[in-house]
């Protein structure tokens, strides 16, 4: 039977035990849960993997825990802009969109820029013109907004600092330090197809139509059926220095590396020698799976045929 495989992500960084309420933690798990159980089950209706990652990364967005289409962080002006792209490994097809506001789910205006334009990367108010186009559904402002990411927001407008942070002050006071709060999912289907997606806010009180590395092809985003599909989160500005999802595919296709291999190849070394944090989630046509990450924590979750069903937010741990 052709193996299925499922991995998401909600985002990495300094996640530890001691900033996180019992209650925050269970909304996290309960939030990363019902996004892989969602897409999941696509994959085992006989769905394909493109459609997997599309259902469980629409939940993490409709979810205000995440930093990705509701309850994304605020750009220095005081709005949502929102970047988020979609690659399918078996043609090499891909979507992606930057800095659109009000679409209410970004992964689908780049499903819609992949499967019904001639283009691959679509930004600002064109790319909101081409959802108004395609139909999506449009959110006011007021949907969007989150009060802890509002307030993180204040502490910083006034300066030029941007932050990939997002603090939660109402809900516990947690990461103070920094974390990303950015969605992916990655999936193996059973016509052994695999296919990558990611969504994000971007970072807090970014300004002059910042873009980080999650909408950018090969960069936060990247699949191909000979080799890997991932989705990365962290510093953006590193990922795309590194080309960091590209890389992945690029060690097992040219040097033979796994999926693993590969992985803690570019993670552990290629972007900490320049201090690039954060993690990536990846999956191979084999169904292999992996969830790598240099920071203290990463969101994280991974279902397979095989029967292994995994959560995970801290380090050294692989299941709650
Ligand atoms: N990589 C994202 C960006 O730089 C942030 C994140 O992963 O949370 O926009």
């Not at 927001?153 to 939660?168: M, V």
């Not at 201090?275 to 979750?301: C, Q």
Request: glycine share 12%; hydrophobic share 40%; net charge negative.
């Amino acid at each position: 039977m052709q193996p299925l495989s499922l991995v998401i992500h909600g985002g990495a960084g300094t996640i530890v035990p001691e900033d996180m309420t019992h209650e925050l933690e269970k909304a996290y798990i309960n939030g990363l849960s019902q996004a892989l159980e969602n897409g999941y089950a696509i994959l085992e209706a006989g769905g394909t993997a493109v459609d997997a990652i599309r259902t469980s990364i629409k939940v993490l967005e409709d979810n205000v825990l995440f930093n990705a289409g509701r309850g994304s962080v605020f750009t220095k002006k005081g709005v949502q802009e929102m970047d988020a792209a979609i690659m399918d490994g078996k043609n090499l097809k891909a979507g992606a969109i930057a800095g659109v506001r009000n679409v209410r789910n970004p992964i689908e205006l780049a499903y819609e820029v992949m499967e019904n334009s001639n283009h691959v990367f679509l930004s600002g108010k064109g790319a909101n013109d081409f959802a108004i186009k395609q139909g999506l559904k449009l959110e006011p402002d007021e949907y969007f907004f989150s009060k802890f990411r509002y307030d993180q927001w204040k502490e910083l407008r006034d300066s030029d600092n941007y932050s990939l942070d997002h603090t939660h002050q109402d809900l516990a006071e947690l990461m103070k330090d920094k974390k990303f709060g950015t969605v992916g999912a990655v999936a193996l289907d059973q016509f052994g197809n695999i296919a990558a997606s990611t969504s994000t806010g971007g970072m807090t009180n970014k300004k002059y139509g910042r873009i980080g590395d999650s909408p950018i092809i090969g960069s936060g985003t990247y699949a191909n059926n000979k080799t890997c599909a991932i989705s990365c989160t962290g510093h953006g500005e590193l990922f795309i220095r590194a080309v960091a999802a590209y890389d992945v595919s690029a060690l097992m296709e040219y040097k033979g590396y796994t999926l693993q291999q590969a992985m803690e190849e570019v993670v552990h070394h290629k972007l900490l020698e320049i201090k690039g944090e954060g993690g990536m989630i990846g999956v191979d046509a084999h169904g292999n799976t992996a969830m790598v990450f240099n920071s203290a924590g990463m969101y994280r979750a991974m279902k397979n045929s095989k029967g292994e069903i995994k959560v995970g937010i801290y380090k050294n741990e692989n299941s709650l």
